[in-house]
């Protein structure tokens, strides 16, 4: 991919706290997708205004997703051999890959700050934070990241709490933390060869750099939900993987480590949204979307044109790609495991903690889904229609959905399966 460089500088500057942060962007040139979607690429773009933090208030799983995953990143660091510094700041460097708008990993980033400081026994040692999520161009459109929401949560200018009503702490609080964006794409480097040490993604890697759309003219909507994973999706998916890790090979400082917390299909069959507890999400997707063509809002092509640009690659598809030479002689795995993460709303609602009635469950829930799956749903309407005419149809969409969580509300929600990787730069 080429890129044209566009850098966008943004300081803040405080006298007691000696923070600074800046944000640079690469702007992806136009591409030739290779999606047949009927109005659009399918490209994942973020709802709600910039600066809301729409994501994190309604993505609440994740939070626990992330405090899964956090003792092995602690455990990481306690085992992490301090790398030497040279001349220049002795700065120890964190990147928080597909970022979102940074709000669901604050906790673990300040824990993660902390706990580089104990382990060097020094408390004012100094961190910097790395925020990347891609600022992509296409067909001369910017959809950009959500930057402002970035920034107001990891500058603590707007608060942040999970599911359970716990408040996040931020790292900015933690003082002498310095705090970065990137927008260049984490299937490309990001940053400089041997300068991160320790990286993190979560919910993130499964998104493809380009987009088949072959699920296009069937039902399936998602490539898990596919008896033999398509093969332009699973293709697609390997070499970004590779990408991936050779990327994070580069940038990795000897010794670093990465972990990747990653959606997948598990042993069981079971991925995000489809377990042995409850309702299919996307079976209720479905049913959901073949109600707008019974409502006269979309006709047939439109209701086979939802095909996901992502892929929820099997253990033995994460494995694969260190059999690679670059990679293995770079990178090693030090653990991967699979785990299911149930969906705090459901698990709230029916333990009766949440006090709250069918409908109102069904309008707290429903937001979860829509974060990440609204474009790609909407990219499947036809491109005649003008943008005012395609939110309408998509308000019905989840009033459809919504309608139909709230007839049963205790059955539906959204479980997480994931695969927990850690890697290591060999020294």
């Known amino acids: 991919?080429?890129?044209?460089?566009?850098?966008?500088?943004?300081?803040?500057?405080?006298?007691?706290?000696?923070?600074?942060?800046?944000?640079?962007?690469?702007?992806?040139?136009?591409?030739?997708?290779?999606?047949?979607?009927?109005?659009?690429?399918?490209?994942?773009?973020?709802?709600?205004?910039d600066g809301e933090g729409e994501y994190t208030a309604s993505t609440k799983g994740c939070f626990d997703v992330i405090d899964t995953a956090t003792p092995l990143v602690l455990n990481e660091i306690e085992k992490q051999k301090l790398r030497p510094f040279g001349v220049g700041s002795a700065a120890y460097h964190i990147a928080d890959y597909g970022t979102a708008d940074a709000g669901t990993s604050l906790g673990l980033l300040s824990q993660m700050i902390q706990a580089v400081r104990d382990r060097s026994?020094?408390?004012?040692?100094?961190?910097?934070?790395?925020?990347?999520?891609?600022?992509?161009?296409?067909?001369?459109?910017?959809?950009?990241?959500?930057?402002?929401?970035?920034?107001?949560h990891a500058l603590?200018?707007?608060?942040?709490?999970?599911?359970?009503?716990?408040?996040?702490?931020?790292?900015?609080?933690?003082?002498?933390?310095?705090?970065?964006?990137?927008?260049?794409?984490?299937?490309?480097?990001?940053?400089?060869?041997?300068?991160?040490?320790?990286?993190?993604?979560?919910?993130?890697?499964?998104?493809?750099?380009?987009?088949?759309?072959?699920?296009?003219?069937?039902?399936?909507?998602?490539?898990?939900?596919?008896?033999?994973?398509?093969?332009?999706?699973k293709?697609?998916?390997?070499?970004?993987?590779?990408?991936?890790?050779?990327?994070?090979?580069?940038?990795?400082?000897?010794?670093?480590?990465?972990?990747?917390?990653?959606?997948?299909?598990?042993?069981?069959?079971?991925?995000?949204?489809?377990?042995?507890?409850?309702?299919?999400?996307?079976?209720?997707?479905?049913?959901?979307?073949?109600?707008?063509?019974e409502q006269g809002l979309i006709d047939e092509e439109e209701r086979l044109g939802v095909s996901f640009p992502?892929?929820?690659?099997?253990?033995?598809?994460?494995?694969?790609?260190?059999?690679?030479?670059?990679?293995?002689?770079?990178?090693?795995?030090?653990?991967?495991?699979?785990?299911?993460v149930r969906c705090p709303y459901r698990e709230l609602y029916t333990s009766g903690k949440s006090n709250k009635t069918p409908r109102e469950y069904a309008e707290w829930f429903t937001p979860t889904t829509k974060t990440w799956s609204h474009s790609t749903f909407k990219s499947a309407l036809r491109s005649e229609r003008n943008e005012e005419e395609k939110e309408k149809i998509m308000s019905q969409f989840w009033e459809n959905y919504m309608s139909l969580v709230e007839k049963n509300p205790e059955v539906h929600g959204m479980d997480y399966v994931h695969a927990y990787i850690v890697v290591e730069k060999v020294e």
């Open 156 to 233: 603590g200018l707007k608060s942040v709490s999970d599911a359970y009503g716990k408040l996040i702490p931020h790292p900015y609080a933690l003082k002498n933390v310095f705090i970065e964006a990137c927008g260049v794409g984490f299937h490309n480097q990001c940053y400089p060869s041997n300068s991160i040490d320790f990286g993190v993604s979560f919910t993130a890697m499964h998104w493809l750099s380009r987009f088949p759309s072959s699920l296009k003219g069937t039902e399936y909507m998602h490539a898990a939900r596919c008896d033999e994973s398509p093969h332009p999706e």
């Open 1 to 49: 991919m080429s890129f044209m460089q566009g850098f966008i500088f943004l300081s803040t500057l405080s006298a007691t706290s000696r923070l600074g942060v800046r944000a640079f962007a690469a702007v992806a040139e136009p591409q030739t997708c290779t999606t047949k979607a009927t109005g659009g690429a399918g490209v994942h773009v973020p709802i709600g205004k």
């Open 310 to 340: 992502n892929y929820y690659r099997r253990k033995e598809e994460f494995m694969d790609a260190f059999e690679d030479d670059e990679i293995s002689a770079q990178l090693k795995v030090v653990s991967i495991e699979e785990r299911v």
């Open 121 to 152: 026994e020094d408390d004012d040692k100094e961190v910097v934070l790395h925020y990347e999520d891609q600022l992509t161009l296409i067909f001369y459109i910017i959809l950009s990241n959500e930057w402002q929401s970035v920034f107001n």
């Open 235 to 293: 293709e697609q998916a390997a070499s970004d993987w590779v990408a991936i890790l050779k990327a994070r090979a580069k940038e990795l400082a000897p010794g670093g480590k990465f972990v990747c917390v990653n959606f997948c299909k598990d042993s069981n069959g079971y991925f995000l949204g489809q377990t042995d507890v409850g309702a299919s999400m996307w079976d209720s997707f479905q049913s959901s979307w073949d109600k707008l063509k």
